[in-house]
């Protein structure tokens, strides 16, 4: 076993530079600067319940988002290592795009055991994402999907 010592600043620096490259306005610069963190086959990603595999795929489903206007609040960031020396990553925030209304969401991303170095260079292998919506007949917050 080979728990990552560094699990929590990894954590943070990755979440800072992923939504550095994911806020952006324009669809074709988000796929563009997202690209380096997915493998081309391995990578896999949920979105609000829509499987991608590999790294054009999930690339595709980035230039397929059209809000150009992106205001993030990260609420919570908590990371736990595993014992391969992956991390896990748990991210719980509050968005709003364009016009629409401000939303909770939450990501939670598998980070593997290649890192060049905790600031610079990452590599997501699993993620999955999603908007929270509050229930009509509850209090309670369901997931999106």
Known sequence: ???????????QAFVAAYYQRFDVSAPSQR???????????ESIMTFE???AKGKQAILAKF?????????RAVTKV????????????YVLGQLKTDDDPHQSYSQVSCLPQIFRSHLKSFLSSRSCCGRCHRC??????????
């Open 136 to 145: 009509p007949s509850s209090s309670r917050t369901r997931p999106s999907g």
């Open 1 to 11: 076993m080979s728990y990552n010592a560094n699990f929590e600043s990894i954590g």
């Open 31 to 41: 796929a563009t600067s997202l690209a380096e963190l997915y493998d081309a086959n």
């Open 63 to 71: 230039q397929g988002l059209t809000f150009r206007a992106i205001q």
């Open 78 to 89: 908590d990371s736990q290592p595993c014992s391969d020396g992956a991390i896990i990553v």
């Open 49 to 51: 319940g829509t499987p």
